[in-house]
């Protein structure tokens, strides 16, 4: 199986800031990578897909990168709502695995 | 609007089954790929399986393989996941979601197993 393992696990932030998240294949996934967030309580909400590409209606603060094993997620001038925890899946070969999640909160 | 509304969770015993459907609305549904996630109480997310748009392929993750099939009915517009041999460690939310790449998901329904 593919392993997927995002840094940091968890991360503190302030309103304003700028922030990555990185997640990484244990082998090449074609850029088969999306990118979800989940509120407390809440069903996961996709927002990338293809490594890069925003869903409809996803804002362009969110960006994903990165290409063969390696990819980002960057999330510019956070705003409350966007405290959350975030995972990256890839779906290039079955078992479609996902990232732990990393916990994204306000410092 | 896409909507994906699962019914059929429960409590449950360990080694009992339940049915889970996922009634699907606002998209083509016979033209989509359907998957099933599952999220632990406290965890992060679990693939659990998927189904071709047609239904002639499916795929599943070796935790649930041989007890858990996947199957759909589009002239209902329905995703189905019947379990078997249900164990403790099966319990979670267990969410539809749309294709791979997942776009839109379900609320998600909660399974226990527990005597």
């Known amino acids: 199986d593919i392993q997927m393992t995002q840094s940091p696990s968890s991360l503190s932030a302030s309103v304003g800031d700028r922030v990555t998240i990185t997640c990484r294949a244990s082998?090449?996934?074609?850029?088969?990578l999306t990118w979800f967030q989940q509120k407390p309580g809440k069903a996961p909400k996709s927002l990338i897909y293809g490594a890069t590409i925003l869903h409809d209606g996803v804002p362009s603060k969110f960006s994903g990168s990165g290409s063969g094993t390696d990819f980002t997620l960057t999330i510019s001038s956070l705003q409350p709502e966007d405290f959350a925890t975030y995972y990256c899946?890839?779906?290039?070969?079955?078992?479609?695995?996902f990232g732990q999640g990393t916990k994204l909160e306000i410092k | 609007e896409v909507q994906l509304l699962e019914s059929g969770g429960g409590l449950v015993q360990p080694g009992g089954s339940l049915r889970l459907s996922c009634a699907a609305s606002?998209?083509?549904?016979?033209?989509?790929?359907m998957s099933w996630v599952r999220q632990a109480p406290g965890k992060g997310l679990e693939w659990v399986s998927v189904?071709?748009?047609?239904?002639?392929?499916?795929y599943y993750a070796d935790s649930v393989k041989g007890r858990f099939i996947i199957s759909r009915d589009n002239s209902k517009n329905t995703l189905y996941l019947q379990m078997n041999s249900l164990r403790a460690e099966d319990t979670a939310v267990y969410y539809c979601?749309?294709?791979?790449?997942?776009?839109?998901w379900g609320q998600g329904t909660l399974v226990t197993v527990s005597s």
């Open positions: 082998q090449g996934i074609n850029n088969y």
């Open positions: 899946q890839q779906y290039n070969t079955y078992p479609y695995t």
């Open positions: 189904i071709s748009d047609s239904g002639g392929k499916t």
């Open positions: 606002g998209l083509t549904f016979s033209t989509y790929a």
């Open positions: 979601a749309s294709r791979p790449p997942i776009d839109y």
